[in-house]
T-cell receptor
Framework: DAKTTQPNSMESNEEEPVHLPCNHS???????IHWYRQLPSQGPEYVIH???SNVNNRMASLAIAEDRKSSTLILHRATLRDAAVYYC?????????FGDGTTLTVKP | GAGVSQSPSNKVTEKGKDVELRCDPI?????LYWYRQSLGQGLEFLIY????????KSGLPSDRFSAERTGGSVSTLTIQRTQQEDSAVYLC??????????????FGPGTRLTVL
């Protein structure tokens, strides 16, 4: 199964951009790249997903490397409410492989 | 509209007993997923349903675990002869059935299972 690798933790200052990296060197051509985040004692929440092209939505942007072996989730202006564990996931035909996630701390 | 609901929210059981965990997906979502999250860990994929059928059961940890879905809606995850290592939060998610993996999953709040 395709796996993802993320840094264990990252810190950011409030209202600054945050770039969360993810490596997925064994990605297959049909794997979608998804990002979810999880606050304490809650289920994960969808953030963004893409296949080959960069994606933007109201929450974040997703930059996908040309060879698709890595991607970066971009939070343009971090807020205290963005503090969570961020999971980079490969999804294919219903099966999703979760990495260990990055714990993002946002400092006021 | 209502989101994904799971019951019970908490379950404490004794080692060796059977437990049933229930998931009610969002109405109209044909895909349903079960995950397990141990304390301080990431999510472990267990099983996926498309309608009432489960194309991939390879994520189930052992033959003590089984799941079913009826009427294309409610799903039940059953753990027989529970062991202490089964203690975890069991999360359910649902999604619209879109081709491939381009589908946003909506997660329920989870069931926290504690096996004494």
């Amino acid at each position: 199964d395709a796996k993802t690798t993320q840094p264990n933790s990252m810190e950011s200052n409030e209202e600054e951009p945050v770039h969360l990296p993810c490596n997925h060197s064994t990605i297959s051509g049909t794997d979608y790249i998804h990002w979810y985040r999880q606050l304490p004692s809650q289920g994960p929440e969808y953030v963004i997903h893409g296949l080959t092209s960069n994606v933007n939505n109201r929450m974040a942007s997703l930059a996908i490397a040309e060879d698709r072996k890595s991607s970066t989730l971009i939070l343009h202006r971090a807020t205290l409410r963005d503090a969570a564990v961020y999971y980079c996931i490969l999804s294919n035909a219903g099966k999703s492989t979760f990495g260990d996630g990055t714990t993002l701390t946002v400092k006021p | 509209g209502a989101g994904v609901s799971q019951s019970p929210s908490n379950k404490v059981t004794e080692k060796g007993k059977d437990v049933e965990l229930r998931c009610d997906p969002i109405s109209g979502h044909t895909a349903l997923y079960w995950y397990r999250q141990s304390l301080g860990q990431g999510l472990e994929f267990l099983i996926y349903f498309q309608g009432n059928s489960a194309p991939d059961k390879s994520g189930l940890p052992s033959d003590r675990f089984s799941a079913e879905r009826t009427g294309g809606s409610v799903s039940t995850l059953t753990i027989q002869r529970t062991q202490q290592e089964d203690s975890a939060v069991y999360l359910c998610a649902s999604s619209l059935a879109l081709p491939g993996g381009g589908n946003e999953q909506f997660f329920g709040p989870g069931t926290r299972l504690t096996v004494l």
